[in-house]
């Protein structure tokens, strides 16, 4: 199961979609919206993308993560688009494997993959004003407060990123 849907996500079915007789551990990782990002009150967040693009790209990251862990693997990842409110679940990913070792493995790089190669866009509507945040934002360990990417690639000679949704770009 790899999808973009808009509504509510269900756990249970990203779960099953996992399950098997070969699966000894499952790891799930359930991203929700939280309400404070950089000093900011997040309002909510709004998620487009490309469903068609996005899905391929969230298949084929789950055949390159079961050739790594092996054929008993299963993947699931679903992912919202619109907008989602505080506390409800933007993305949800299952790994299921023969040992839990390869389950947090498999699931970790399920989410890391998704989150930095899969054509979703992310807007934070905060307080006072709203973002387009890229998708390769992460929290920067011990701190707990986000580091922001810059949408804009600011390596020499490399390539500018597409425009997300609307052509808005973080300052």
């Known amino acids: 199961m790899f999808r973009i849907q808009s509504g509510p996500l269900n756990l249970d079915e990203v779960v099953a979609a996992v399950a098997g007789p070969e699966e000894g551990g499952t790891a799930v990782f359930l991203g929700t919206v939280r309400e404070g990002n950089a000093g900011r009150r997040v309002l909510w967040l709004e998620y487009e993308a490309y469903p068609e693009m996005a899905e391929k790209a969230m298949a084929l990251i789950g055949e390159?993560?079961?050739?790594?862990?092996?054929?008993?693997?299963?993947?699931?990842?679903?992912?919202?688009?619109?907008?989602?409110?505080?506390?409800?679940?933007?993305?949800?990913?299952?790994?299921?494997?023969?040992?839990?070792?390869?389950?947090?493995?498999?699931?970790?790089?399920?989410?890391e993959r998704l989150k930095g190669e899969v054509p979703i866009w992310k807007k934070e509507v905060f307080e006072g004003g709203e973002i387009w945040v890229d998708n390769c934002a992460h929290e920067?360990?011990?701190?707990?407060?986000l580091h922001e990417t810059p949408l804009r690639n600011e390596h020499p000679g490399?390539?500018?990123?597409?425009?997300?949704?609307?052509?808005?770009?973080?300052?």
């Open 64 to 111: 390159e993560i079961r050739s790594r862990f092996g054929p008993a693997t299963r993947v699931a990842m679903i992912h919202r688009v619109g907008r989602v409110e505080i506390g409800e679940a933007a993305v949800i990913v299952a790994a299921a494997t023969p040992h839990r070792d390869e389950a947090f493995a498999a699931c970790r790089m399920a989410i």
């Open 140 to 145: 920067v360990r011990g701190r707990g407060d």
């Open 158 to 171: 490399a390539e500018p990123p597409l425009d997300p949704p609307g052509g808005n770009r973080a300052p």
